[in-house]
C-alpha cells in the first residue's frame, strides 16, 4: 500500500540526495550556502510537520517496496508511528541546524567541504529510520556514517580532526559489523531480511539473547553508551557547531531508534534480564559521562560528554520498559517507554541549542576553552540567554521539558518494587541513585559552563571584544529555546502526541494528559504523583517579578558601581577570579580520584621567588587505556603476522578460498 505520508517522506529523501548534488555542482558560487541551507530548511520542515500531521492522526502503518536491492526481496520502507515520532525528531533536528547555518555557514572557510554531504546525512537518518529491511537498513546506517564521517573532517588540516575522523570510522565500522550479524542471525538460514519476516518468525532463545547483545554493542556506539562512547568526545568538538548539533541532538537518537525497533519490534517477547543489561550499561554512562564533562575545559567537548550522560539516562528508561514488558506489567512498560521518548525529543532540543550557543561563542571569540571566556553576557546578551535557557533545560530544572522526562523516568524507577525477579529489584534502585547523583552533577557542570563563560569578566582580549552573533543563529536559538519552555509548560501535550508511538511498541499508552483538570500531567494516580509545568512556571515567573518590584521599592534608586569584592582586596586582574579547573576541583577530589586516577601536581616556589605557583592535574581514560590500547596493540601485532598473506602464490590463494567456503557451507548446514 502506497500512503501519503510515506511517499512525501521518501519524496524528501529525494530532494535531499539532489539537493547534495546541486550543492557539489554549485557549491563555490557566493550564493550557494544561503541557498543549500534554506532548501534544506524548507525540506526539514516539510518533513517535520508530514510526520507530525501523521503521529498526531494515529495513522495506520504504511508501507511501500521498490524493485531494487536485494533481488529476493526489493527495498522495503515503513512509515509507522514509531518511525513518524522519529521523522519528526529527525528534521526538527535538522531544520534547526539548517537555519542556524544560514548564518553560521558564512564563517565556514571551505564550504564546499560542508555544503554536499549536509542534505546527504539529514537524507540518509531519515532513510534508517523508515528503512523495513536489514539490506536497506545498513546500506542507510553506512551513508550516514560516512556523510557524518566527511563532515568531521571537513577541517583536516586539523591534527586532532583527522585522528577524531578515525577514531570515528573504526567504531562506526565495529557497530555496522556488530548490526551485520545481529540482522544475520534474525533473518536465519532462509535469509528473510525483510522486517515483515523477522516479526512473524521470532528466533530462539538463544539467538535472540546473542542479537540483543550485537544490536546492544551496535545501536551503542553510534548513540555513544559506555564503554562505547570514545569517539563521540573526539567527533563533535570536530566537526562545525550545525553538524556537531545534528549528530550530537539528532544522530544519537538515530540509533536509540535502531535499538528500539529491533529489540521492541523484532526479537520477540523479552526476557527478564534483559532489562539488566540495557540499565547497567546506561546508568554508567550517565555517571561517567556527566563527570567527564565536568573535568573538561573545552566548551564543545563539555557538550559531548554531556550527549553521553543523557543517552545513559533515555537507556535506563528502555530498560526499565523491558523490565517491566518481560513481567507482563503494560502500564508500567508504557510509562518507561514514555519517558523516554520524552527524553529523545528534550535531548534533541536542548543539545541543539546548546552547541548552537558554543558556536556562536566559538565564531564571536574564536575561543572553545572556558578558561579563555567570561563576561560574554554583557558582549552577546541574547546568545547568553538562549544558552542559560539550554542550561537549565539540561540540568533538569523546572519549568524546562528535561525536567519533565527525568520525572518520569523516577516515576518508573519507583515501581520497580512490583518486580519479581530479584536482580531487578537489587539493580532498577542502583541505577536510579545513581541517575539522582547524574542529575546533581549536571546542575553543577552546567552553572560551571554558564558561570565561567557569560558571568565575571572577560580572561581575554577575544571575549571582551565579542560581538553578538547573526541573526540566523539568533532565530534558531530563541525557537528551540522557546520549545523547550513550552514543552516543559505544557508537557500533557507532548506525551499525547508521543502516545501513538508508545502504543505502537507498548501495546499501550498513558491516559489522554490533555484532560487532566489544570493541565496537570497524572503518570500513575492523582493520589500518588502529579506536576503541573504550567503553575510552576507562573509561581517562578511571580516570585521573580515580586523580587524585582520590591528591590526597586525599598532599594535606593542611586546607581552605583563598585569593583567586585575579593576577599577585601581589589585587584581588576581577571585572573582572580574561578576558573572551570577551580570549580570542578571539590568534585574531582571526591569522584575523580578513583574513576579517572586524577593526580595533583602543585609546583609552590620558594619565598622570595617571584615565580607563579603551578597546579597540574593529570587524569587517565581509564575505559581507553584497559579496553581499546590492548585491542589497538593486538591488531597491529595481527596485521604484521598476517602481513605474509599478501605474498602467497595463486594455488594458496584459491586454496584458502575453498577452505572459507567449505567452512560456511558447514555452519550453513548445522545452522538449518
Avoid at 47 to 70: Q, Y
Avoid at 275 to 296: N, Y
Avoid at 402 to 408: D, G, P, Q, R, T
Avoid at 502 to 512: E, K, S, T
Wanted: one cysteine or more.
Amino acid at each position: 500500500m502506497t500512503g501519503a505520508p510515506a511517499t512525501v517522506s521518501l519524496l524528501g529523501m529525494a530532494a535531499f540526495f539532489a539537493l547534495s548534488i546541486f550543492a557539489l555542482a554549485g557549491g563555490r558560487r557566493r550564493l550557494a550556502t544561503p541557498l543549500v541551507y534554506g532548501a534544506a530548511l524548507a525540506l526539514s520542515a516539510m518533513l517535520h510537520v508530514n510526520a507530525v500531521v501523521a503521529l498526531v492522526a494515529a495513522a495506520p502503518a504504511e508501507t511501500l517496496s521498490l524493485p531494487m536491492g536485494l533481488p529476493w526481496i526489493g527495498v522495503h520502507f515503513r512509515f509507522d508511528a514509531l518511525a513518524a515520532f522519529f521523522v519528526a525528531v529527525v528534521n526538527l533536528g535538522g531544520a534547526a541546524a539548517s537555519l542556524y547555518a544560514i548564518g553560521y555557514g558564512r564563517s565556514e572557510t571551505w564550504p564546499m567541504r560542508v555544503l554536499p554531504l549536509f542534505p546527504a546525512f539529514l537524507a540518509s537518518m531519515n532513510l534508517v529510520v523508515l528503512a523495513d529491511d536489514a539490506f536497506t537498513f545498513l546500506v542507510a546506517w553506512e551513508c550516514m556514517s560516512l556523510a557524518s564521517w566527511g563532515l568531521v573532517v571537513a577541517h583536516h588540516r586539523t591534527p586532532d580532526n583527522l585522528r577524531a575522523g578515525y577514531v570515528y570510522i573504526l567504531m562506526a565500522s565495529f557497530g555496522t559489523f556488530a548490526l551485520l550479524l545481529a540482522f544475520g542471525l534474525l533473518a536465519g538460514p532462509f535469509g528473510n531480511y525483510a522486517f515483515d519476516a523477522m516479526r512473524v518468525n521470532h528466533p530462539a532463545p538463544l539467538i535472540a539473547n546473542l542479537a540483543l547483545a550485537l544490536v546492544l554493542i551496535g545501536t551503542g556506539s553510534k548513540a555513544g553508551l559506555v564503554p562505547l562512547h570514545v569517539w563521540l568526545p573526539l567527533a563533535h568538538p570536530a566537526a562545525p557547531s550545525h553538524v556537531s548539533a545534528l549528530m550530537s541532538g539528532v544522530m544519537t537518537k538515530v540509533a536509540i531508534y535502531a535499538f528500539v525497533r529491533v529489540v521492541f519490534d523484532l526479537l520477540g517477547p523479552p526476557a527478564w534480564w534483559w532489562g539488566i543489561v540495557v540499565i547497567l550499561p546506561g546508568a554508567a554512562s550517565a555517571v561517567i559521562g556527566i563527570l567527564s564533562a565536568l573535568l573538561e575545559q573545552d566548551l564543545k567537548r563539555v557538550l559531548a560528554y554531556s550527549t553521553i550522560e543523557n543517552v545513559g539516562f533515555i537507556f535506563v528508561g528502555l530498560g526499565l520498559a523491558l523490565a517491566f514488558r518481560s513481567n507482563g506489567l503494560v502500564a508500567m512498560s508504557v510509562l518507561a517507554l514514555t519517558a523516554a521518548l520524552f527524553h529523545v525529543l528534550n535531548h534533541a532540543l536542548l543539545k541543539s541549542l546548546l552547541f548552537f550557543g558554543s558556536g556562536a561563542v566559538l565564531t564571536s571569540t574564536g575561543i572553545r576553552s572556558l578558561e579563555g571566556l567570561g563576561g560574554l553576557i554583557h558582549r552577546m546578551p541574547v546568545t547568553a540567554v538562549a544558552v542559560l535557557a539550554g542550561c537549565m533545560g539540561i540540568s533538569a530544572l523546572p519549568p524546562f521539558n528535561a525536567f519533565v522526562s527525568e520525572w518520569l523516568t523516577f516515576q518508573a524507577i519507583l515501581l520497580s518494587p512490583a518486580l519479581p525477579q530479584w536482580g531487578l529489584k537489587l539493580i532498577v534502585p542502583a541505577a536510579g541513585a545513581l541517575l539522582a547523583l547524574a542529575v546533581a552533577l549536571a546542575a553543577a557542570c552546567f552553572v560551571r559552563i554558564f558561570g565561567i563563560a557569560f558571568l565575571g569578566r572577560p580572561r581575554s582580549d577575544a571575549g571582551a571584544q565579542a560581538q553578538e552573533t547573526d541573526g540566523f543563529s539568533r532565530m534558531a536559538m530563541i525557537l528551540l529555546a522557546a520549545l523547550c519552555l513550552g514543552a516543559g509548560i505544557l508537557p500533557g501535550f507532548v506525551i499525547d502526541g508521543i502516545g501513538p508511538a508508545v502504543q505502537a511498541v507498548a501495546g499501550g499508552q498513558m491516559p489522554h494528559q490533555a484532560q487532566v483538570a489544570w493541565l496537570s500531567i497524572v503518570p500513575i494516580a492523582q493520589s500518588r504523583s502529579s506536576y503541573n509545568g504550567l503553575l510552576v512556571f507562573f509561581f517562578i515567573a511571580a516570585s521573580a517579578l515580586m523580587s524585582v518590584a520590591l528591590i526597586h521599592l525599598l532599594a535606593s534608586r542611586n546607581t552605583r558601581r563598585v569593583p567586585a569584592w575579593d576577599c577585601g582586596f581589589v585587584d581588576p586582574n581577571p585572573a582572580l577570579q574561578y576558573t572551570a579547573v577551580s570549580f570542578a576541583q571539590p568534585i574531582r577530589r571526591v569522584f575523580a580520584t578513583t574513576l579517572f586516577m586524577a593526580r595533583e601536581q602543585i609546583a609552590m616556589p620558594p619565598p622570595g621567588d617571584a615565580a607563579p605557583a603551578r597546579l597540574r592535574v593529570r587524569l587517565r581514560d581509564l575505559i581507553w587505556d584497559t579496553f581499546y590500547v590492548p585491542i589497538g596493540s593486538a591488531v597491529g601485532i595481527a596485521s604484521e603476522r598476517l602481513n605474509v598473506l599478501q605474498f602467497l602464490t595463486i594455488r594458496r590463494y584459491l586454496s584458502l578460498v575453498f577452505l572459507a567456503l567449505i567452512i560456511l557451507l558447514a555452519v550453513l548446514a548445522i545452522w538449518r
